[in-house]
Structure formats: structure tokens, C-alpha cells
């Protein structure tokens, strides 16, 4: 959010950015559901009830992933379209999307929108935001575009040619959205991608297209503009791309090295395992696609996922959790306590103390959040606290990955998890910022006191 006089004309204004973003996915929401509840949105004639639809309309939106229904053996066409449509604006941003109307539409875009768009995709600046818009859907629709082609030659000569071109745009924008959900309940229902364990076309384009879609708008703008001349990243770049590597590389060794060398796994050719390996250190930041039944991983890997579930993805991305930037700043504070430094640095450049204190919120916030959330639903509805903390995981990360829980939990659970699902879809500070009013400038300060740590 804009502080001092950058935006003098707005400091009155009673709605800010926050409210406006929180309340316009809130508007998304309820809009799917109201449609998701029409008569053939599902298979069945009688729609959805209002408590599935609005479950299903909320994950879409927060692009989790979570259901209730196997996505293709309850939903129309039309749900599916639905569905579809909902991951893409949620994914996007409804304030992107908005502001890519008023573009077509050839509407002046004001200060104020302009504003409103910079707290939306986490801009450092308003200078340059129209044009940062064109960029981001001309980018995300193109990567959609050639990810939806690929995966048509698989599932064209598997489905048909209609059927097949439908599957590949809707996993393709699934996919890039992180949003987990499919539509290969038509082999078994739940399913997910566990046909597809040992094919490289579709689990990997499926990993890439949820990786570019976690690093960030902003960080693929430093990528055009500097090409792989990477000293020139800004250093919020920086910190993404070297997190995402580390954490996709600890997944990948430790699923390779010790996961899928477990007696459950021993049918898996190596080449499957390798397979496997990379796509689950992948999904769980934050697409909630699988390739294997993650009720067979041993609680060690069930553990892992909780974490990286956490964690998701990166600021102003289609992804969720409380980010790799917050992840690395906390990190960064730890080896500065170790190497008895006052502030922490990376690449040249020192941490800002503004970005130390909302890491330190973030991650608290969502810790907090997270295992609230499980305890409760493990003693609502009886289910084991691992399983119950990887739903709530999932939920509060935006992910989508089950172990099978989901369509059994209570309806005071299913209630837990929309609120996770939108809280972490939103973003917490985005949350803060809407529900609290901004304090007035410190004119004085109490005296200082040292309190002892650890």
C-alpha cells in the first residue's frame, strides 16, 4: 500500500485498495456459486446445494483445488466452464481482469484503478502499470496457449479431438493458475494424474506451467527485460528464483533418495520414480495436481508436502501460501543472528526492516491459522490430526492436494476451510490492511527496554 503523499487525492477515500480486492474476489465467489446452483451446471439435473457450490466456487476462485465432487463425473459442461472461468480470473486477479476490460474496452485508465492494481499484482510502483497489465495477460495467455497445445497431443488421440482440445485448455489454465483442479475423473474418480506417473509430456508440462505460474508476474518482467543476465534482478527477483530452486531440488532428493525407495513404491519403474520425484516436489507449491496416491506416502513425505504447502509460491503469482520471499527473509534473519549481524543481506543489498517485520507477521499469522484450523477439524469431524492439518494445509496454501478426507468433513469444517482458502488466496497483509484502519505517524517513542530471546 501507497504510504505518505505518493497518492495525496486518495487519502480520504473511505474503500482502499485492500477492501476493494478483498471484496471483489467475495463478489466472484458468491456469483460462481449462484451459477454452480443452476439446474445444469451438474450431471444430475437439480443443481448444485448452496453449501457445494459455494465450497466449489471458493476453490475455484482461490485456484485451490479442494472438492467435494469429482469435477468431471458431477459437473456439466457448463460447470466445467464455470469452474474454469472462476480459476482464471481468481488466478489472474479480479482487479487485473477488470483492469483488462477497461483496457479493451479503450476507457481511461485512472490513478486510482491504477493504485488499486499495483496492491493487487504487489507492484513496487504505479509508474508503468497499464503497460505491466498488457504484459502479464499477453504472457499468461500465451503460456496457457502453448501449454493447452502440448498437452492436445496426448489427449486428442486419448479423447477425441473435441473432448481432448477441451482437456488441454482446462488443465493448461488449471495448471498455470496453480489450481489443482481436473478432469480425469472419467479414468477413475479422485484420480488426479496417477495415469499419467511415468508420461514426460504431461507431467512435465503440467510442473512447468505450475512453476512459471508461481514465480510472479514481476519476476518474469525482470526476466524480459534483463534476459538471464541475473546480477541485473532486482533482488525481490533474486530471492525468488534461488528459493524456488532450493525448495523444488530438496523435494526432488528427498522424494528420489528416500520416499520412493520404500516398499510401496517397488513397482515404480526408476524412470517413474524420477518422474514422480520432480512433479510431487513441484505440486505442492501450490497446484494440487498429483501423480501418485499421496495415502501411500509414508508421514516423513506427508510432512514435507505440509511444509512446501505452506510455504507456495511468490508474491503477485497465481499461487498461494505465505511465499518464498517471506521464507527467505526468515532465513536470511537466522544466519544474521548467527554471523552476529544487525540486519540481514543478500546479493549486495540489505533487507529492508519493514520486509523482516511483515515476514515475521506472515508467517505467524499463517502458522497460526494453519494448525488452529487442523486441531479444530480433527476434533469436529474425528480424523486423524495428520490428515486434518494436510487439508488445513492445503486449504490456507491454496493447493488442492487431499488425502481423501475432503467430501466426508462436516459442514462446520468445510466452513474452516473456505475461510482458509480465501484468507490465504487474499493475501495476509491484504486481509490486515482491508480490516484495519492505517495509525497515525509515531510523533514520539516510549523509552527502549531489551527483553532476552531464546
Not at 88 to 111: D, H
Not at 196 to 208: E, K
Amino acid at each position: 500500500m501507497l504510504r505518505g503523499d505518493s497518492v495525496p487525492s486518495f487519502k480520504h477515500d473511505r474503500v482502499t485498495p485492500a477492501q476493494i480486492i478483498i471484496l471483489g474476489f467475495l463478489l466472484l465467489i458468491f456469483t460462481g456459486a449462484v451459477l454452480l446452483m443452476l439446474p445444469f451446471s451438474t450431471q444430475e439435473p437439480g443443481g448444485a446445494s448452496f453449501g457445494d457450490a459455494l465450497f466449489t466456487a471458493t476453490s475455484a476462485t482461490c485456484v485451490t483445488g479442494l472438492v467435494l465432487h469429482d469435477t468431471a463425473l458431477y459437473w456439466s459442461t457448463f460447470g466445467q466452464l464455470v469452474i474454469l472461468l472462476l480459476i482464471q480470473v481468481g488466478g489472474m486477479g479480479v482487479v487485473t481482469i477488470a483492469v483488462a476490460i477497461f483496457m479493451f474496452a479503450g476507457k481511461r485508465i485512472g490513478l486510482k484503478q491504477r493504485w488499486v492494481m499495483q496492491e493487487s499484482i504487489s507492484a513496487p510502483q504505479v509508474g508503468g502499470i497499464v503497460r505491466m497489465t498488457g504484459f502479464i495477460l499477453k504472457t499468461a495467455f500465451l503460456i496457457e496457449g502453448v501449454g493447452a497445445l502440448l498437452l492436445a497431443l496426448r489427449f486428442c488421440p486419448q479423447f477425441g479431438l473435441g473432448r481432448g482440445l477441451w482437456y488441454a485448455v482446462f488443465h493448461s489454465v488449471s495448471a498455470f493458475c496453480n489450481a489443482g483442479f481436473d478432469l480425469m475423473g472419467v479414468n477413475s474418480p479422485f484420480s488426479s494424474l496417477t495415469d499419467y506417473v511415468g508420461d514426460p509430456l504431461v507431467s512435465n508440462v503440467i510442473a512447468f506451467l505450475i512453476i512459471i505460474g508461481g514465480v510472479g508476474f514481476l519476476t518474469w518482467n525482470d526476466i524480459r527485460e534483463h534476459k538471464l543476465h541475473f546480477r541485473r534482478y532486482r533482488l525481490q527477483s533474486k530471492l525468488i528464483l534461488t528459493t524456488t530452486l532450493a525448495l523444488i531440488l530438496t523435494g526432488l532428493l528427498f522424494f528420489l533418495l528416500y520416499e520412493f525407495e520404500q516398499g510401496q513404491w517397488v513397482d515404480m519403474s526408476l524412470w517413474e520414480r524420477i518422474n514422480a520425484a520432480f512433479f510431487q516436489s513441484v505440486t505442492p507449491r501450490t497446484a494440487g495436481f498429483n501423480t501418485v496416491d499421496l495415502t501411500g506416502l509414508s508421514q516423513p513425505a506427508q510432512l514435507l508436502i505440509i511444509l512446501l504447502m505452506l510455504v507456495g509460491g511468490s508474491p503477485g503469482s497465481t499461487a498461494g501460501g505465505f511465499k518464498t520471499t517471506t521464507l527467505a527473509v526468515m532465513l536470511l534473519g537466522i544466519r544474521a543472528v548467527f554471523r552476529h549481524k544487525e540486519r540481514p543481506q543478500c546479493f549486495g543489498r540489505r533487507i529492508a526492516d519493514e520486509s523482516i517485520r511483515n515476514a515475521s507477521a506472515i508467517f505467524l499469522l499463517y502458522l497460526l491459522l494453519f494448525l488452529t484450523g487442523g486441531i479444530l477439524i480433527c476434533c469436529i469431524d474425528g480424523v486423524p490430526l495428520m490428515a486434518a492439518l494436510f487439508e488445513a494445509a492445503s486449504a490456507i496454501g491454496t493447493v488442492g492436494l487431499s488425502l481423501g478426507i475432503t467430501p466426508e468433513l462436516s459442514g462446520a469444517s468445510r466452513l474452516i476451510l473456505i475461510f482458509l482458502m480465501y484468507f490465504g488466496r487474499v493475501g495476509g497483509l491484504t486481509m490486515i490492511y482491508a480490516v484495519t484502519a492505517k495509525g497515525a505517524p509515531e510523533l514520539s517513542q516510549f523509552p527502549q527496554e531489551r527483553v532476552t530471546i531464546g
